[in-house]
């Protein structure tokens, strides 16, 4: 009984647990996620990674990424400044210390959209995260949606293309992730998402309002 309390007790104190999501670029990540933080903004923060890509249209400086230069970037990672960087489609990615940071500070769960790469450097750190896969139904699938996004060239695409593949099969690989959802009807992958961060939300909306 004791140690149920106190393993309770630490796990309240250590904060919430972040949530790492990851799956093929166009698998629907940002749309699922951008739901998510709209319907419980007082319970979920994002960590603002860092970037070399140009922004798109739409997105914001320190919003959805911090845009930065190569040499900037690669400056900070040598300084310390970050938990996991990685190369992706020819842009270098990274979450900076600083980013889960400012969100765990407010006591909210602190939310990780990174690749495969960020996930297996996350597993190595402290952080005690939730992994979800996010998949499209098929590569088809994958290939129109991210057609029709419009966001990227021919070149990029094709580099998006040639990742997923690697990234799906290593995302069906046993015990990488705690929980799947392909992302076929839209309101259906939300659902599915909302049931499987249940208990986390409920946890943080209590100790907010208690606090
Ligand atoms: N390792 C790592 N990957 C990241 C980070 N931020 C974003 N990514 C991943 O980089 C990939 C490309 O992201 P982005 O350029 O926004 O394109 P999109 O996924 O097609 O919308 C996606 O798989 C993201 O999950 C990060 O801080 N670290
Ligand atoms: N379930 C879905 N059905 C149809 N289109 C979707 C669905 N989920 C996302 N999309 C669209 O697919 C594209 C890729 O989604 P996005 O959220 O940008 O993916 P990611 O962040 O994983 O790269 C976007 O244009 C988005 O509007």
């Known amino acids: 009984m004791y140690t149920r309390y106190f393993s309770r007790l630490l796990s309240a104190m250590a904060g919430p647990r972040p949530v790492v999501f990851s799956g093929p670029s166009g698998a629907?990540?940002?749309?699922l996620l951008k739901k998510l933080m709209n319907e419980y903004d007082s319970v979920f923060g994002f960590s603002v990674s860092?970037?070399?890509r140009n922004p798109r249209a739409g997105e914001e400086n320190g919003k959805d990424y911090h845009y930065v230069t190569r040499e900037v970037m690669q400056a900070a990672i040598e300084n310390g400044e970050f938990i996991e960087s990685a190369e992706f489609s020819g842009n270098m990615y990274g979450t900076s210390k600083a980013a889960v940071q400012d969100v765990q500070a407010?006591?909210?769960?602190?939310?990780?959209?990174i690749d495969m790469q960020g996930v297996m450097k996350i597993k190595t750190t402290d952080l005690r995260a939730l992994y979800v896969s996010i998949q499209p139904p098929s590569m088809a699938v994958l290939e129109k949606r991210l057609r029709d996004r419009k966001t990227e060239t021919e070149e990029s695409l094709q580099k998006r293309l040639k990742a997923a593949k690697k990234d799906m099969e290593l995302g069906k690989e046993p015990g990488v992730f705690d929980v799947l959802i392909v992302n076929d009807n839209l309101e259906d992958a939300y659902g599915q998402l909302k049931l499987a961060l249940l208990e986390e939300i409920s946890k943080v909306k209590k100790v907010n309002m208690s606090s």
């Open 50 to 52: 860092h970037t070399t």
């Open 28 to 31: 629907g990540k940002s749309t």
């Open 106 to 113: 407010k006591n909210l769960i602190c939310i990780l959209d």
